[in-house]
C-alpha cells in the first residue's frame, strides 16, 4: 500500500465508524432485567385477612391479635374457657400473617394460675400457614395464650382445642 492509499483507507474507516455511531440516534439506557421490570410492576405484598372460627364449644382458650385495631393501634383479645381434662391431648392452633410473609412469632400456653407454669410454647414464621402442636397440658388451671413480640405482625390467632383422633406432634394444618 503506498503512503497516498493510507489517508484514504484512514478516512473511509473514520467515516464508517462515525456513520455507525451516530447513525442509530443517542445511545440508548439498557432495558432492565425482565425480573426487575416485573417486581416494579407488582404491588407490594400485603397480608391477607385471617378467617378467625367462631368460638367452639369444645375450645379452652384463644387469643386475637390484629397491628390495627379498632382505634388503629395493635389490640389483642384473649378468653379463657375452661381447664384441660387430664389425659387428654389438646392441640394449639396458630396462624398469623405478615406483610413480609417471613416475620416470626413466639407463643407460650401457660397455667392460669398464680404459678403460671408453662405447658406448651413454640414459633412459627406468619405467612398465613395454620399450624397445630399437639400434646397433654399438665394442669388442672385454666391456660392462657401469651403472645412473644408482634413487631410485624399483621394478624394472629392462636386457640386451644381437644386435638382430633390422629393428631400427634406438631405439624403444619391444611387450610
Do not use: K, W
Request: hydrophobic letters at 40%; a negative charge; aromatic letters at 4%.
Amino acid at each position: 500500500m503506498t503512503s497516498r492509499a493510507r489517508p484514504a483507507v484512514l478516512a473511509v474507516l473514520v467515516a464508517s465508524a462515525l456513520c455507525l455511531t451516530g447513525c442509530f440516534g443517542p445511545p440508548q439506557p439498557s432495558p432492565q432485567p425482565s425480573a426487575q421490570r416485573l417486581a416494579a410492576a407488582l404491588p407490594s405484598p400485603t397480608a391477607t385477612p385471617l378467617a378467625v372460627p367462631t368460638h367452639a364449644p369444645d375450645e379452652l382458650a384463644r387469643t386475637v391479635f390484629t397491628a390495627e385495631g379498632p382505634d388503629g393501634t395493635p389490640a389483642t383479645s384473649g378468653e379463657v374457657f375452661a381447664a384441660p381434662v387430664p389425659g387428654v391431648d389438646y392441640a394449639v392452633n396458630v396462624v398469623c400473617t405478615s406483610a413480609s410473609g417471613a416475620t416470626p412469632l413466639a407463643f407460650q400456653i401457660r397455667s392460669a394460675d398464680p404459678h403460671s407454669t408453662l405447658l406448651m410454647g413454640g414459633a412459627i414464621t406468619c405467612d398465613g400457614t395454620p399450624v397445630a402442636d399437639v400434646g397433654e397440658l399438665a394442669t388442672d388451671a385454666p391456660p392462657q395464650i401469651v403472645l412473644g413480640s408482634t413487631e410485624g405482625v399483621s394478624e394472629a390467632f392462636v386457640s386451644v382445642t381437644p386435638a382430633t383422633a390422629g393428631e400427634t406432634g406438631p405439624q403444619t394444618v391444611a387450610p
